[in-house]
């Protein structure tokens, strides 16, 4: 197989507003070579102009390959025709090197109104697939192409919430004025390239994700489209956390700073932030709610998030420093508690932590912890201890997750991280998910020398789980650096993704 192959393109001429509009889409099967890659399809219409039109990640598909999407519109007028038949070419860039899908120069058509064109020998296909459910979306709609040759005589969908533990069947139906219902287009169903179009409703309600295949039944037997055997998947946003460490106000250009961790949080639409070293002035101890640096963030960003905040000592000499929470749910429970020995404001090594409990949409009930702890020397085993005591005493049966998020002050593999491995059920997230194979070697197998395993990794920022929740790791990104919207502190950010298991 190509690294780049054609699904299917649609050619559709419908009306919007009264105004002729013209749909072009091409879905487009990708070798996952790197993370980073361009794909595009080159297209020209009738007036013979081509045009370069990139296409945009959907979601996985198996045998190492990815779903790509190119779409675009146009719009009769005065001045300017639809572009009627089109003739087209893929186009993929990846690891320096480029590659080209033309039918050796003869390019790709699809006739003007056309609907749906099946790449050759394809005759069962899942087609307007999107990944992302929506909030409070309970149906499902999804549509399936059928070649003509096949003679259907039942097309369904099979699909289970609960990863296959269960299964349903939903038929799918087939109309003659699909395309007429769905965007006024005169496209017949089936089609001149003998494509036949069939639409079904999945009742999902309340559930994470829905996984799903299509199924035909012909004189010739039962035929699949699973999506080359990892099936199709549509499901909430992902739940997103964030720690960083905000430096207390040591930042140059500290209001600048400030905006632009609140624009990676709206851009991001992170829905969970924790934060430490939360300054504000110090103001004989009263503090100035004014200078907060959490309650500054939080009025820039974009959507109305919730805070929880506490100070545990005097930071920099001028400051009252603490920890925080910021969260797009309502904050059903807060408490703030040292877990050092030392209560002294006056201690550096008086170290608090904030918790809250949220109840997230489509996931339940998860307990946040944001810490900043001191280093191994200063008293970090005892105060990640009573850290963890704490955590489980509110872990009860109704809470599906429990995070340790912040600052540790310790090394991976260093002694510190050796306690966390050896004395809890906590485990590193942002390992889990981009080494997979060494936190198996680390906190699964724990076998002889693995801090080795570790040497080159300085991460002290970390988001510990415990290993009994019901949710895992999907990605993990480090934000705040040159590369990813710039430097905001001494520290980076760790942005986890999350989801049921």
Not at 22 to 45: D, H, I, M, P
Not at 66 to 78: D, G, L, P, V
Not at 179 to 196: L, M
Not at 374 to 389: I, K, N, T, Y
Request: net charge neutral; glycine share 6%; hydrophobic share 40%.
């Amino acid at each position: 197989m190509n690294v780049v192959e054609l699904l299917y393109a649609e050619n559709s001429i419908g009306r919007k507003k009264g105004i002729a509009q013209q749909v072009l889409g091409f879905f487009l099967s990708v070798e996952n070579l790197a993370y980073t890659k361009t794909v595009e399809v080159r297209w020209a219409g009738e007036n013979g102009v081509w045009e370069t039109l990139p296409a945009v990640y959907v979601g996985p598909a198996g045998d190492n390959r990815e779903i790509w999407c190119a779409q675009t519109w146009r719009q009769a007028s005065a001045h300017s025709s639809l572009p009627g038949n089109i003739q087209y070419s893929l186009y993929c860039r990846a690891n320096g090197a480029e590659y080209w899908i033309n039918r050796n120069g003869a390019n790709f058509s699809i006739a003007a109104d056309a609907g749906l064109r099946l790449r050759d020998g394809l005759t069962l296909l899942g087609v307007a697939y999107s990944p992302l459910l929506q909030v409070d979306q309970k149906t499902l709609g999804v549509t399936v192409a059928v070649s003509a040759i096949l003679h259907p005589q039942d097309v369904f969908v099979e699909w289970s919430t609960d990863g296959w533990q269960t299964t349903n069947r939903t038929p799918c139906f087939y109309a003659r004025d699909h395309w007429d219902k769905s965007q006024q287009s005169n496209a017949r169903n089936p089609n001149q390239y003998g494509v036949q179009v069939y639409t079904g409703r999945i009742r999902i309600r309340d559930a994470f994700r829905v996984e799903y295949a299509f199924g035909c039944v012909s004189a010739a037997g039962e035929l699949w489209d699973n999506n080359d055997g990892v099936n199709y998947c549509a499901r909430r946003a992902d739940l997103k956390v964030l720690t960083l460490n905000l430096h207390c106000y040591q930042e140059e250009k500290q209001d600048a700073k400030f905006s632009l961790i609140a624009r990676a949080i709206n851009e991001l639409d992170i829905d969970i932030i924790c934060l430490q070293e939360v300054a504000e002035n110090w103001n004989d101890g009263k503090g100035d709610w004014n200078s907060n640096a959490a309650k500054i963030i939080l009025e820039r960003l974009d959507k109305p998030y919730h805070l929880f905040t506490d100070w545990a000592h005097l930071g920099f000499d001028r400051y009252r420093e603490g920890v925080a929470v910021l969260s797009k749910f309502p904050l059903l429970k807060t408490e703030a508690r040292y877990v050092s020995r030392s209560h002294d404001v006056y201690d550096i090594h008086a170290r608090k932590t904030v918790m809250v409990q949220i109840d997230t949409p489509y996931i339940g009930l998860i307990n946040i912890f944001s810490a900043h702890l001191s280093w191994w020397s200063d008293g970090f085993r005892e105060q990640f201890d009573m850290l963890v005591a704490w955590a489980n005493r509110r872990q009860t049966k109704a809470v599906v997750a429990s995070l340790l998020c912040g600052d540790f002050n310790i090394k991976a593999g260093a002694e510190g991280y050796m306690h966390v491995v050896g004395a809890s059920d906590y485990e590193d997230q942002v390992l889990k998910v981009n080494a997979r194979a060494t936190f198996d070697r680390v906190f699964r197998r724990k076998e002889p020398n693995w801090p080795q395993l570790l040497h080159d990794d300085h991460r002290i920022d970390f988001i510990f789980m415990r290993r009994d929740s019901a949710l895992k790791p999907t990605a993990a990104r480090v934000l705040f650096t040159d590369q990813e919207y710039g430097r905001v502190s001494d520290h980076v950010g760790f942005l986890m993704h999350l989801e049921p298991r």
